[in-house]
Structure formats: structure tokens, C-alpha cells
């Protein structure tokens, strides 16, 4: 199946770090999505991009669409202790058949040290 | 708004028990899809639905089965229950279209399921 490699898998940072995470893939993708999961509960979207190119930013957060459709980043900048969580990149598509499906990579889990 | 709602929220089965996953969008959301979600693999789509009456099989389909019989309802059956089926389980739902304003999928809260 379609694969997103996300990278890096786990971060230990300090409170006001900024932080970087990126996913890529062989295939291309209309649309980039960044969810963040919190223990217990379901993923919730963070930042969703539509176009290559695209640099959005929702608060502390900016992620952008790369040029290729096969690649995006967030970042987070002055990271605080709420932060923590596994942030998830997903890539959107139209089947031949015109549904969609989600394809997720595997997670950034990410630990913010007060 | 309640959004996505699955229950039970934690549930033990048996080996070889069934059971089924619920869950209930009241967003009037046509796409809906099961994924479940294990250590170190990210979330993995079992089955989705673009609407009511139509299903399909997703990346890990076997051992579960799907009907859509209304737009706000999507369960999950496990015939037969096996260790391999422990995991997290999350239900999603969306509008169609990949047009700006579709803020990707809404996802539920997800059921905990240990089969021992």
C-alpha cells in the first residue's frame, strides 16, 4: 500500500524549542493534513494545505505543501508543555473509483520538558 | 453538535467472541471509514463507506466486516475475535471533495479492544 515515511519518529525537547517534523512520499497527494493525538482521544486536525507550494500557519504552527506534492513539514515554534502528544501528516486522494482515502504516516510522538 | 461518537469506549473479548463497534456522525458526513491504531504503526484503514449502501475494503479488511445502511451510521463487526485484533480502533467521517473547506476527517474518540 501507499507509504509515508514521517520522520523524526520521537522528540525530547525543552519548553520554548522549536520544533520540525516532515513526511514524504513516492506518491503525490492533493491535500496534506497534520492531525495531533492526545492520550486517550482521537486524532484532531491541526493545519490542512490544498495547493503545492501552500505555507500555512494556525498560531504557533506553520506547515507548508511541498512544491513536488510529495512532501510536507510543521513546524512548532516556542514549544510549551501542552505541546505534547503524536502528531500525525496524512495524505489525501482521489481513487480511480472517486472515492478518497487517508493515508497516515506513522507518527512524531514528541515530549516537552517543562 | 456531538460530532463522531463510538462505543463502548473499552471492551474485552474472548477468542473467537463477536461483537460490533459503533459509531454515529451527526455531521451529515457522506465518507466514513474504520482505521485501527497500533504501537509504532500509525493508524491503518480497515473499511470506509463514500455513502449509504456503498462499502469497500481498506488496507487491513480481513477479519472485519462493514454496512452502511444510514448516512450516520457506520459499525464494525468482528465475526470472530483473535489476540491479532487487539488494538485501538477510530472511526472518521468527512465531507466528499478535496475543495478547500473540507478540513479532512472528523475523527471519534475510539474504542479500546482487547481480545485475550
Known amino acids: 500500500g501507499q507509504q509515508l515515511n514521517q520522520s523524526p519518529q520521537s522528540m525530547f525537547i525543552q519548553e520554548g524549542e522549536d520544533v520540525s517534523m516532515n513526511c514524504t512520499s513516492s506518491?503525490?497527494?492533493?491535500?496534506w493534513l497534520w492531525y495531533k493525538q492526545e492520550p486517550g482521544e482521537g486524532p484532531v486536525l491541526l493545519i490542512a494545505l490544498y495547493k503545492a507550494g501552500e505555507l500555512t500557519s494556525n498560531g504557533r504552527l506553520t506547515a507548508q505543501f511541498g512544491i513536488t506534492r510529495k512532501d510536507s513539514f510543521l513546524n512548532i515554534s516556542a514549544s510549551i508543555p501542552s505541546d505534547v502528544g503524536i502528531y500525525f501528516c496524512a495524505g489525501q486522494k482521489r481513487t480511480q473509483g472517486g472515492s478518497e482515502k487517508l493515508v497516515f504516516g506513522k507518527g512524531t510522538k514528541l515530549t516537552v520538558n517543562p | 453538535n456531538a460530532g463522531v461518537t463510538q462505543t463502548p469506549k473499552f471492551q474485552v473479548l474472548k477468542t473467537g467472541q463477536s461483537m460490533t463497534l459503533q459509531c454515529a456522525q451527526d455531521m451529515n458526513h457522506e465518507y466514513m471509514s474504520w482505521y485501527r491504531q497500533d504501537p509504532g504503526m500509525g493508524l491503518r484503514l480497515i473499511h470506509y463507506s463514500v455513502g449509504a449502501g456503498i462499502t469497500d475494503q481498506g488496507e487491513v479488511p480481513n477479519g472485519y466486516n462493514v454496512s452502511r445502511s444510514t448516512t450516520e451510521d457506520f459499525p464494525l463487526r468482528l465475526l470472530s475475535a483473535a489476540p491479532s485484533q487487539t488494538s485501538v480502533y477510530f472511526c472518521a467521517s468527512s465531507y466528499p471533495g478535496l475543495r478547500v473547506g473540507n478540513y479532512g476527517y472528523t475523527f471519534g474518540s475510539g474504542t479500546r479492544l482487547t481480545v485475550v
Open positions: 506518491s503525490i497527494f492533493n491535500t
